[in-house]
């Protein structure tokens, strides 16, 4: 398999010009043309036009997207899988949302180790934007996220919640807390919707964040109030820095699980999402 050719052309789709692709596979745009030439010689149908416009893919191009994209998610999991032989049967690269990350992924990890032994865990923390382009990229073979994108080839499924909780280290019901010491949590556009219907007084605050440890070290920093996660208000009241806003809603998340359509029902994945049983809060609707 000529990979290059493939990632060559599907970069292109995305940047739709010959000048930007070549910068950021760091080649020259010669050998981009030279590159889409060998796969169109290999087809013999042009799959991208040029005009003034821009560079447009043919009716063959956009037929080839899709067997382009499994292509190349196939060619990094056989690029993995051997590169990684060794004692374990098997390898597995997955993906966690940053906020489910601080509290469970070592549990989740645990759970995984004990139905599987002999698999090789890699896991990243990352937002669901990227961890969705690396699942459709073949980056990942799993992600547990916050924010499906329902790619053509992706599939996903709702596996749980978690609960965020108002804190302050200053008030104690909401009609006290002021919005000129508010940060605002933006852990999703899932979350923002629903802050923005319960709170829309305190939507428009100057400052903001999208993760978890950093809202947390901000309240602990500049004080204030603001949506934690549940484990993490616990732990500021704890430490004596902020407590529960008590009449605040409280603002939950689903979390989904994303594998591959091609994957989806591969005996490793199901134990993996299996192994987050009891470790969320069970799903209800938002």
Do not use: C
């Not at 036009?49 to 998610?73: C, I, W």
């Not at 989904?256 to 490793?268: E, F, K, N, V, W």
Request: charged fraction near 20%.
């Amino acid at each position: 398999m000529q990979v290059d050719l493939i990632e060559t052309f599907l970069d292109l789709m995305e940047t739709r010009s010959f000048n930007r692709t070549a910068e950021r596979l760091n080649i020259t745009q010669s050998t981009v043309s030279h590159r889409v030439k060998a796969l169109e010689a290999q087809f013999n149908r042009k799959l991208f036009t040029r005009n003034k416009g821009g560079t447009v893919p043919t009716a063959s191009g956009l037929r080839f997207l899709d067997y382009a994209k499994a292509l190349q998610n196939q060619w990094h999991e056989a690029t993995r899988a051997v590169a990684s032989a060794g004692a374990l049967e098997r390898s597995m690269r997955l993906g966690i949302q940053h906020d489910l990350a601080e509290t469970l992924a070592g549990r989740w990890v645990a759970a995984i180790r004990r139905e599987l032994p002999t698999t090789e865990i890699y896991m990243e923390a990352d937002y669901s934007n990227q961890m969705n382009r690396d699942l459709a990229a073949g980056e990942l073979d799993l992600a547990i996220l916050y924010t499906p994108h329902y790619l053509p080839d992706l599939h996903y499924e709702r596996i749980g919640e978690l609960h965020y909780l108002m804190v302050s280290t200053d008030a104690h019901e909401i009609g006290e807390v002021k919005p000129e010491t508010y940060i605002r949590s933006s852990y999703s556009p899932a979350f923002d919707r629903a802050h923005r219907l319960a709170l829309p007084h305190l939507s428009a605050a100057s400052l903001a964040a999208g993760q978890n440890m950093a809202i947390t070290g901000l309240l602990q920093a500049l004080g204030g109030a603001a949506y934690v996660t549940s484990a993490a208000a616990l732990r500021l009241s704890e430490l004596g820095v902020a407590s529960r806003v008590t009449d605040a809603p409280v603002i939950p998340q689903a979390v989904y699980a994303a594998t591959s359509l091609r994957t989806r029902h591969a005996h490793q994945h199901r134990k993996i999402i299996a192994s987050m049983d009891g470790l969320l809060l069970p799903s209800e609707s938002l």
